[in-house]
C-alpha cells in the first residue's frame, strides 16, 4: 500500500482551525497483549459508535504494526485499506465491534514510542500519538474509552504485570506463562494507556484520602534500587495531600503505581493510575542523588500526579489544546515545590529555566504562541512555551484573580468539564464566569507568540510630590506573525524612598493592558526608585533606566526576594554587557553588592546564594545585539576572578560556616548551606587562590553526600588543578554501575569553561560508556555540550558540525529525542555572519539527509527560516 505521507515531497501539516469532532466514538475497548519482546501479539476489540449523521468510515490511526486479522461483529473481513498507516474499515451500521489482531516488535522499537523494552523489562509510551504504533485506534485524545487489559507474558521474565485503573485477576497458564488483567473504569484517551511488563520490585505505601479512602501506593523499580524510591514515595504522598488543601482534589482509584524506566524520552508520563518515569525522576540517595535531584524528583512526581486531574479527568480536546494540561499542571507543581521550601529560591529557579530556554525559544525561529495554529510533529511541541510560558499565563490569571476567584474558577473548570476533552478557551471562560473578571484581552496571551519588552520609566517632580510611572509595551515579530498586539501584563510595582529607605508607595498590581500606559503616585516626596515586576508576575522583559546606585539599594532593601535577586542581577548584566561590548567596566558596585548580600545574617542561605551568581553565559549574549562568546567568557571569568579575590576572607568565613553542618540531612536549611558551600568554593576557586584544588579535592573526598561531591567535581574539572583528573577517575570507578551518576560524570566534563572541552566531547563519543540509544546519556553528553555556548561556538564551526553528526546518528534511532537538540544550530541569527553560515551550513546538510524523520525535518527547516 502506498503511504501518502512520504509519497509527497511537502510534509503534512495539521492545523488548529481544522478541528472536526471525531466520526466514531470508541466507548469500551478491550485489549489482549500476548507478550513478547520480539513479537507480541495484541488482539483489541472496540466497541465503535458512529458519532452525528454522516456515512463516512471509521478510521483507527496505525504505524509500523503487522496486520494480522479483521472482524466486524464477529466476522471475518477484507474490505478494508491501509493509508498512511491508518485502517480505513467502511461500516454500515451506527453500533459494530471490530476486532483486530497485530504484532509488534518491541525490542526493536529504538524510538521509545508504544511497546518497547528498557533494561529486560516491557513498558510503553503512548503520549502523544504512541498508542497507533502498538495497536489500530482513533489516536485523538477527543476519544475516551474505558479499557479492560489482559496481558499474558513468560512468568520468570516478566513476574510483574501491571496496567491502568485496578487489579482484577490473574492466574498461571501452563506454558510457564502468567496473566493478568486490569480495568480502568475512567474513560480515558489512548494516550494515558500503560502498561508494564517486568522484573520489579516494589516500595509500597498507603494514603487515605480525604473523603477517607484508603490508596494503595507502590514505586516498582530494579531489586537493587528499592531503597533509592523512599523520596518519591514521601513526596508522592504529601503531593496528594497538597493537591486535596489547595485545590480540593482527591485521587479517584484505589491504586496508584510509578514505575521507573531507564529509557525515556522525557521525565515521565501521567498515564492513569500507572506513571511511568525516567528512573532520574524517582531514585534518590545521599550517596547519588544531588539537592537539586531531590527537588526535581519531586517536583515531577507532583506534577505527574497533579495531571489525575489537570490532564486525566479533564483532558485536551486536541494537541494544541496541550498547554491546557501542561500549563496548568506546571503552575500545580511549581506552587507545590515552592510550600516545600524556600518559595523565593523555587521562583528564582524557576524565572532562571524560563530565562534559559524559553526566552531564547520566543526570539528565534522556533517561537510559537502556547496555543499553536500548525505543526508537523506533534512531539516538537512539548516546549518550555507550552510549558514554562504556559505556567506563567496561569500565574498571571491567578495574580489577576486573586487566590479565591482563581480557586473558585477552577473548580468550576474542574466540574464542567470532569470527564470531558477541553479547551483553552473552556479554562478562560470557567475563570472568566467564576470570578467576573473580563478576560477578553488577557486571550492573546493563547495566540500571540513572543517575549513582550516593557519600557518603564519613573519621573519624579519634587516640588508637587508627583511621581509618574512612563509604561510602554512592545512584542517584537515572531515567524508567522509581523504585527502584535499590546496584552495585558499585571505589574507588582512598589516604589521606595532614596533617602529613607522605606517605602513611598505601598505594593500594588497595575494593569498593563495599552501600548502606553501612565500611572500617578502622589504625595512622593523624596527621590522614588521603583520596584517593578516583583515576584516576575508577568512573563516578560523589563528595560528601566535605573542607576548601579539604585540597583545597588533594591539589591540591599527590596523586600521582595525576587525583586531583590533581579536588582542584583541586573546590576551584574549591566557591568557583564558594557565589559562584553568593549567598555571600561568598574567591578566595585558589583563586589559590594556580592559583599552585602553574603554578609547579611538575616538572609537565607539558599537565597543568598543564588543571589550572588553571576548571570549564565548565554543569558548575557541574549542581551547583546551580536552574541560574542568569547568576550562574555573572558568579561564574566575577569568578574568572577575580582569578586574572588576582593572577597576572599568572606567566601572563606562563607565556606566555613556552610560547614558547620553535622551529617547530611535533606531539609531546606541544609540544602541552603550546602548550596552556599557550593557558591563560595566556585569563587574561590575563581581568584586563583593556590591552595583551592586542595579544598575541592578535600571536600570532594570527605564529601558524604552527592551534592558536595559534585560540586566539588565541577569545580575541579573547570580549573587545571593537579586534583582534576584524579578527581574523574575517582568519581568515575566508583560509579561506574550507576547510570544515572555517570550522566553527570559526562555533563560536567560537557559543560566545563575550558579550552579544550569539544576536544573532550569528541573523546567521550568513543568512552565504553557513551551510547545513542539512551536518551539520558545522549542528553548529558551531546545536549550538555549544545548548551555550552563558548565551546560550542568556537569559530571553526567544529561544535556546529559535531553536534549535526551526532544528531544525524541520533534520528535514526530516536527522532524525538534528536530533534529536542536542535535548537543550539537554530541561534544562528544571533552571532555574527561566519559563524551564523557556519550554523546554517550544518542545518542545511541535517534537512537533506535521506530518509529524515519528520521531527527532525520540522526543527531543523523552521530553524532555517
Ligand atoms: N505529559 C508528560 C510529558 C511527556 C510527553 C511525551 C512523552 O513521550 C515520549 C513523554 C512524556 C508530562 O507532562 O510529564
Ligand atoms: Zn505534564
Not at 248 to 268: M, P, Q, S, T, W
Not at 608 to 627: K, R, T, W, Y
Not at 633 to 658: H, N, P
Request: aromatic fraction near 8%; proline fraction near 5%.
Amino acid at each position: 500500500m502506498l503511504d501518502i505521507q512520504t509519497s509527497l515531497a511537502q510534509p503534512h501539516v495539521t492545523r488548529r482551525a481544522d478541528y472536526t469532532p471525531p466520526d466514531w466514538q470508541v466507548p469500551d475497548i478491550a485489549l489482549n497483549f500476548d507478550l513478547d519482546p520480539a513479537a507480541t501479539r495484541i488482539t483489541a476489540t472496540l466497541h465503535v459508535q458512529r458519532s452525528g449523521v454522516h456515512d463516512r468510515p471509521l478510521r483507527l490511526d496505525g504505524a509500523g504494526q503487522t496486520l494480522l486479522s479483521v472482524s466486524v461483529d464477529g466476522t471475518p473481513v477484507n474490505d478494508w485499506v491501509i493509508e498512511g498507516g491508518a485502517l480505513i474499515l467502511p461500516l454500515s451500521g451506527s453500533a459494530h465491534v471490530i476486532e483486530t489482531t497485530v504484532e509488534i516488535a518491541p525490542e526493536r522499537n529504538t524510538q521509545l514510542m508504544g511497546l518497547y523494552a528498557s533494561g529486560g523489562n516491557l513498558c510503553t509510551q503512548c503520549e502523544a500519538e504512541g498508542f497507533r504504533r502498538i495497536t489500530f485506534f482513533p489516536d485523538r485524545p477527543d476519544v475516551l474509552s474505558r479499557y479492560q487489559v489482559r496481558m499474558s507474558a513468560d512468568k520468570q521474565r516478566y513476574p510483574v504485570l501491571l496496567a491502568n485503573g485496578d487489579p482484577i485477576a490473574s492466574g498461571d497458564l501452563d506454558d510457564g506463562r502468567h496473566w493478568a488483567e486490569w480495568h480502568d473504569p475512567f474513560p480515558k484517551p489512548c494516550y494515558l494507556f500503560a502498561l508494564v511488563a517486568g522484573d520489579l520490585a516494589v516500595n509500597r505505601g498507603s494514603f487515605i484520602t480525604m473523603s477517607g479512602r484508603e490508596v494503595a501506593l507502590g514505586i516498582w523499580v530494579r531489586a537493587t534500587d528499592l531503597e533509592r524510591t523512599h523520596h518519591a514515595l514521601d513526596a508522592l504522598k504529601t503531593a496528594m495531600a497538597w493537591d486535596e488543601r489547595v485545590y480540593g482534589r482527591e485521587y479517584d482509584l484505589d491504586v496508584f503505581n510509578i514505575v521507573a524506566v531507564d529509557d525515556f524520552n522525557f521525565g515521565a508520563m501521567e498515564n492513569k493510575g500507572l506513571n511511568v518515569f525516567n528512573s532520574r525522576y524517582i531514585l534518590a540517595d545521599p550517596d547519588t542523588a544531588t539537592d537539586y535531584d531531590y527537588d526535581a524528583i519531586a517536583a515531577v512526581v507532583a506534577h505527574e500526579y497533579f495531571h489525575n486531574w489537570s490532564g486525566n479527568r479533564v483532558t485536551c480536546r486536541d494537541w494544541f489544546q496541550l498547554s491546557l494540561k501542561e500549563g496548568f499542571t506546571v503552575y500545580r507543581d511549581q506552587c507545590f515545590s515552592a510550600d516545600q521550601g524556600s518559595a523565593a529560591v523555587k521562583r528564582i529557579e524557576d524565572v532562571r529555566g524560563l530565562r534559559a530556554a524559553q526566552f531564547p525559544e520566543d526570539a528565534g525561529p522556533l517561537a510559537h504562541p502556547i496555543r499553536p495554529d500548525a505543526y508537523q510533529e506533534i512531539s516538537n511541541f512539548y516546549t518550555a512555551t507550552i510549558y514554562n510560558k504556559g505556567a506563567e499565563i496561569i500565574r498571571m490569571l491567578a495574580t489577576i484573580l486573586g487566590a479565591t476567584a482563581f480557586r473558585t474558577g477552577t473548580d468550576l473548570y474542574f466540574d464542567r468539564f470532569d470527564g470531558t476533552a477541553a479547551t483553552c478557551e473552556d479554562f478562560v471562560a470557567s475563570l472568566e464566569e467564576a470570578s467576573g473578571t473580563d478576560l477578553t484581552q488577557f486571550r492573546r496571551w493563547y495566540g500571540q507568540a513572543g517575549t513582550p519588552r516593557v519600557t518603564a520609566s519613573l519621573l519624579h517632580h519634587e516640588g508637587s510630590g508627583r511621581a509618574e510611572l512612563v509604561l510602554a509595551q512592545r512584542t517584537p515579530p515572531t515567524p508567522g506573525q509581523d504585527s502584535k498586539t499590546p496584552v495585558v501584563l499585571p505589574l507588582r510595582v512598589k516604589l521606595f524612598g532614596a533617602q529613607t529607605a522605606g517605602t513611598v508607595a505601598p505594593e500594588h498590581v497595575i494593569l498593563l493592558s495599552d501600548a502606553e500606559q501612565r500611572i500617578v503616585f502622589e504625595g512622593v516626596t523624596e527621590r522614588p526608585i521603583l520596584s517593578i515586576n516583583r515576584g516576575f508576575s508577568a512573563p516578560a522583559i523589563i528595560e528601566t533606566d535605573r542607576s548601579a546606585a539604585d540597583l545597588a539599594f533594591l539589591g540591599a532593601h527590596d523586600d521582595d526576594p525576587f525583586a531583590r535577586y533581579e536588582a542584583l542581577q541586573q546590576l551584574m548584566l549591566d557591568t557583564l554587557v558594557a565589559a562584553a561590548g568593549g567598555n571600561q567596566a568598574d567591578h566595585a558596585a558589583v563586589i559590594a553588592a556580592v559583599a552585602g548580600t553574603i554578609g547579611d545574617a538575616k538572609l537565607d542561605r539558599a537565597f543568598a546564594a543564588e543571589a550572588v551568581l553571576l548571570p549564565s553565559e548565554s543569558f548575557i549574549g541574549d542581551q547583546m545585539a551580536v552574541v560574542d562568546p568569547e568576550a562574555i567568557f573572558r568579561v564574566r571569568e575577569a568578574l568572577r576572578r575580582d569578586i574572588g579575590r576582593a572577597l576572599t576572607s568572606e567566601w572563606c568565613a562563607a565556606y566555613d560556616a556552610a560547614q558547620a553542618i553535622g551529617g547530611y540531612v535533606y531539609s531546606p536549611e541544609a540544602k541552603g548551606l550546602r548550596r552556599m558551600r557550593a557558591v563560595a568554593l566556585g569563587y574561590i576557586a575563581a581568584s586563583g587562590a593556590a591552595d583551592s584544588g586542595d579544598l575541592a579535592f578535600a571536600q570532594f573526598e570527605a564529601a558524604d553526600n552527592m551534592t558536595d561531591r559534585l560540586s566539588a567535581l565541577t569545580t575541579l574539572v573547570a580549573g587545571d588543578a593537579a586534583q582534576r583528573t584524579p578527581a574523574l577517575d575517582i568519581f568515575y570507578n566508583r560509579y561506574s554501575d550507576n547510570a544515572l551518576v555517570l550522566d553527570k560524570w559526562f555533563s560536567v566534563q560537557a559543560m566545563a569553561p575550558r579550552d579544550d572541552t569539544g576536544d573532550v566531547v569528541r573523546e567521550l563519543l568513543r568512552h565504553q560508556d557513551f551510547t545513542l540509544s539512551n536518551p539520558n546519556r545522549a542528553r548529558a553528553l551531546i545536549g550538555a555540550f549544545g548548551v555550552n555556548q563558548r565551546a560550542f561556538n568556537v569559530t571553526d564551526g567544529s561544535g556546529y558540525r559535531f553536534l549535526a553528526d551526532q544528531l544525524i546518528a541520533l534520528d535514526t534511532l530516536n527522532p524525538q529525542t534528536a530533534a529536542k537538540l536542535i535548537p543550539p544550530l537554530g541561534r544562528w541569527g544571533r552571532f555574527d555572519a561566519a559563524r551564523g553560515a557556519l550554523m546554517r551550513a550544518e542545518l542545511e546538510r541535517i534537512v537533506k539527509v535521506p530518509g529524515l524523520s519528520k521531527d527532525m525535518f520540522e526543527q531543523a527547516s523552521r530553524s532555517l527560516e
